[in-house]
Each structure stands twice: as structure tokens, then as C-alpha cells.
């Protein structure tokens, strides 16, 4: 059997309740090598919460997380461990998060927040680190000339599009991306989504892409999974669900978007 | 006798509405279609009889509510495309089934060139010649060099269509799905696009359009299937 045939990351049951809230009610949901997998709901829906619960940010109530790391091992991504689980964090998982603040250090300079990602690898060339670290800026669209300048002094969008070569840098094989786009200008928007559109498919990256933006899933995900009240309501192919969309819940939310 | 590579049969195909109150509108009840190696089928019928509908089925696009769509893959294995997961038919789209739709849907600052050579760099086939081909497609269907560099989103009909048709036909798919491709072309281009479609018949593909236009409907079907609007029964 092919390596690709099974899921990179596989979600069994997973509940979790805040108080009498049910964020996440008996979730099940899989993902393989090289696809992007978007899940998509409005505020509430729980999909942010899923998120964090893949990536064993948030532990679940109840239902068991499985990734298969590198070297084809089955890792129960709840119990392995702090250690283990921040050490995956730094090698193969990525997170993107919505606010680039979050996801970058927001003291040190460009150069040192894409550098920093390939010293936690074990890189420790200096100059090679640079040199790498200036390759991302430029491929991200950077100016490489910035690469001293701290993230402050960028626009919404660079920051975004550094907190991507910082993600990106050591190639991780999963990377989380939560509402990426979020609080962008609409044209700055499908620059990053074009953006991430085009890496995400040259390196081969499985996604896991949190976003209520329609349109931005069509065109970066191969499949979507649609919340409600912590539940998925509907999944399958991409463009078949926002086409031919089954649940009244979906067909709301496609009717209510211009032109996906 | 030549094998079939699409053989669809007892096909339904209903719209439920939720947010009309739950009205189904019932589309296609017990379609099928045959569709040979090197053959060529039209699809005819009154506007608003299911054509397109049967087309988004035969593409995956629709979910079928019942029967089946065998399609044959170019190692022989066949496929039903109706219960096939979402990964199966993103494969069958990447490797079986080609598809030329009357609008391209256009990603931002994607230029022409890499739209078209997407689904041959998707397969594997080496980046360079990818584009090589694709600009020579492009090349065929007169599309100015100027315009290749450039993303489709500012181009006129026309050559937002013949990047659309280049993009389908770069690569050869045992099975192509063709909804009014020559809808906005002139005289000159109309000629390539059944050129091409006679290539592809040539080298053994199975075809199925909607052609609108009768005088490349006659030059290109071997056969016309009738698409009749559901009768309002039951």
C-alpha cells in the first residue's frame, strides 16, 4: 500500500463542551499527505476550537487524534506529551494563526523570526541561515532588504506573509491555518491566498485550513467540511458541496455569498 | 467492437430547496448515456431540460441521487464516479476525465501559460514542458504571445474561452466533458476547436457536449442524444 493512501492526521469522536456549550459534538474528520482540507462555518460554529483540538492545542472531552509522523509512526496526539507534542510544533506542524502577532516574535527582526524556525531544526550556519532566510522573504514577496527590520514596522499583509516563511521555512509536512486572511484588505487577501495557493502546492503540504470565507476554500481546498453548533453538517468535494449543497444549513451559507 | 469509456445508467438527479420551503425540483429521473472510445456524442434537448445538469453530473460536480457512472480509466480500471469518494474524483479529474466549461473560473495573478499547463504539471510531467505545450496550445488557438504572461481575469470572452479549451485539451483525457466550447468564438478558432476535437477522437478519447451551434455539432457528433425534459409525474 502507498504511504499516501492513509490519512496524515485522523480525528475520531471528539466532543468538548465550555459549561452547557457544546463546541465540538462527536467530530470525526481526516486528512492526507498533500491535500487541503477547509473548514468552513460562521462565529460559534466551532471550527477554530477543532482547529486547536487537531493540533492538541485543546484537549477534548472525549474522541482521540492520530497523526502519522515522518517516519510512518501512528502518534496519539492527546497523550504523547508536552514535550513531544511542542517538539512536533517545531518540526513537522506549522500554525498560521489570524493574528500574524500570535504567530511571529514580535521583538525580533524578520530575518530572526524565519531564522529562528530553521535553528529549531538544528541549522546553525549563520550565514546559511540568512542566506535561507532572505531566499523566503523574497519568495513571499518581501523585499529582502527588510530583513532586519522588526515585523512592527510592516503592514498587515507582510506581517502575514513573514508569519508564512516562518511557518514554511522548514517545510513541515501539516500545517494549521486559522482565518489566514482574516482582518486583510480584500485586495491584500487574494494576494496571500495566491500566495499560499502556490507553496501549498509546490511543497506538498496537508492543510488543515479554518476559514469562513467561501470563496478563499474553493480555491485553495480539495475538500470541505461544513460546521454548525460543533457538528459537521456536510462534507465532501469542494466544489460539489458549494454547487450542489444538501444540508439547509449549507445552502444558506453558499446563497448567502456573492459570486463563490 | 470498440469499448465504451463512460457508460452512465439510471441516473436521477432532484434539487431540494430548503430555504424555499423544502420544494424539490425532480431534473433528470433514469438517464444514461454510452459513450465509446474515439466517439463523439452530442447532448440535445429544450433549454431547461437537464443537459448541463447531466454534464456537472458526469464531471463529479453533482452528486447523482441514484444510479451509476462507470467511467474507464486509462489503465483499464473503471470507476463509478456516482459513489466515488472526494479523493477518487479528484484523482479521476487529474488523470480520466477532462472538462471544458463556457467560463473559466479565474484565480488571481495565475497567468494564462500556468492555468493551461496546471493540469499537465498536476500529472507530473516536468514544468518546462508543461509550458512548452501549453504555449504551443495556446499559440493554435491564436491567442496572442502578449497574453500569455498575463492572468485571464482582464481578457475578453473569447480569450478567456480559449484559454479554457487549451487548458482542457493540453492533456489527453480518456474522457472529455465539452459545455458549448465554441459559445464565443470566431470563425477561424471555431476551426481549431474541431480540429482538436477530431484529435481527440483520433487518439481514442470519448467525448460528450453540448454544442449550440448545429453546423460544428453535425461536423463533430457521431451520435445525439436527447435529453427530455421530465414530465411533471408522480
Not at chain 1, 491535500?35 to 468552513?40: D, P, R, S, T
Request: with cysteine.
Amino acid at each position: 500500500m502507498m504511504p499516501d493512501d492513509e490519512p496524515i492526521l485522523s480525528a475520531r469522536g471528539l466532543s468538548l463542551s465550555f459549561g452547557a456549550v457544546r463546541a465540538l459534538d462527536e467530530v470525526s474528520v481526516d486528512l492526507w499527505p498533500g491535500e487541503v482540507l477547509a473548514i468552513v462555518g460562521e462565529s460559534g460554529s466551532g471550527k477554530s476550537t477543532l482547529l486547536r483540538a487537531l493540533a492538541g492545542e485543546m484537549r477534548p472531552d472525549a474522541g482521540r487524534v492520530a497523526y502519522r509522523d515522518a517516519s510512518g509512526q501512528d502518534l496519539d496526539v492527546h497523550s504523547m506529551g508536552e514535550p513531544a507534542l511542542r517538539r512536533l510544533a517545531r518540526t513537522e506542524w506549522g500554525f498560521v494563526r489570524q493574528d500574524a502577532r500570535d504567530g511571529l516574535r514580535m521583538g525580533v527582526s524578520a530575518g530572526g523570526n524565519v531564522g529562528e524556525r530553521l535553528m529549531a531544526v538544528g541549522a546553525r550556519h549563520y550565514g546559511d541561515i540568512r542566506a535561507e532566510a532572505a531566499r523566503w522573504l523574497e519568495r513571499v514577496e518581501i523585499n529582502p532588504d527588510r530583513i532586519d527590520d522588526r515585523p512592527g514596522q510592516f503592514s498587515g499583509g507582510m506581517r502575514q506573509r513573514l508569519q508564512i516563511a516562518r511557518t514554511l521555512v522548514t517545510r513541515p509536512r501539516l500545517v494549521f491555518m486559522d482565518e489566514p486572511t482574516g482582518g486583510l484588505d480584500v485586495s491584500v487577501q487574494a494576494r496571500l491566498l495566491d500566495l499560499i495557493r502556490g507553496l501549498v502546492s509546490d511543497l506538498g503540504i496537508a492543510v488543515a485550513l479554518v476559514t469562513h470565507d467561501i470563496a478563499a476554500a474553493r480555491l485553495l481546498a480539495h475538500r470541505l467540511v461544513v460546521m454548525r453548533h460543533g457538528r459537521v453538517v456536510e462534507e465532501g468535494l469542494t466544489d460539489r458541496v458549494l454547487d450542489d449543497p444538501r444540508h439547509p444549513y449549507t445552502q444558506l451559507l453558499v446563497s448567502s455569498v456573492l459570486a463563490a | 467492437m470498440t469499448e465504451w469509456v463512460l457508460k452512465a445508467e439510471g441516473l436521477s438527479k432532484g434539487f431540494t430547496l430548503h430555504l424555499q420551503g423544502g420544494v424539490c425540483i425532480p431534473v433528470l429521473r433514469d438517464a444514461g448515456l454510452v459513450v465509446k472510445a474515439g466517439e463523439c456524442v452530442a447532448l440535445s434537448g429544450p433549454s431547461g431540460a437537464g443537459k448541463s445538469t447531466l454534464m456537472r453530473l458526469l464531471q463529479g460536480n453533482y452528486g447523482a441521487d441514484s444510479g451509476a457512472i462507470l467511467v474507464r480509466q486509462a489503465d483499464g480500471g473503471v470507476a463509478d464516479l456516482a459513489t466515488a469518494s472526494p479523493r477518487a474524483i479528484n484523482a479521476l479529474r487529474r488523470e480520466t476525465i477532462g472538462h471544458v466549461s463556457q467560463f473559466l473560473r479565474v484565480i488571481p495573478r495565475v497567468p494564462a501559460l500556468e492555468v493551461v499547463a496546471a493540469p499537465l504539471i498536476a500529472r507530473g510531467m516536468p514544468r518546462e514542458e508543461a509550458l512548452a505545450r501549453a504555449q504551443a496550445l495556446l499559440r493554435r488557438l491564436n491567442l496572442p504571445d502578449r497574453l500569455h504572461g498575463l492572468p485571464p481575469a482582464t481578457f475578453s470572452g473569447g480569450e478567456q474561452q480559449r484559454v479554457n479549451l487549451a487548458r482542457g485539451f493540453v492533456a489527453d483525457f480518456p474522457l472529455m466533458l465539452l459545455d458549448e466550447p465554441t459559445a464565443s468564438l470566431d470563425a477561424a478558432n471555431r476551426e481549431v476547436v474541431i480540429a482538436l476535437i477530431a484529435e481527440a477522437k483520433a487518439r481514442g478519447a470519448a467525448l460528450v457536449g453540448i454544442f449550440h451551434d448545429l453546423e460544428v455539432r453535425e461536423r463533430v457528433a457521431d451520435r445525439v442524444v436527447e435529453v427530455a425534459p421530465l414530465r411533471e409525474a408522480a
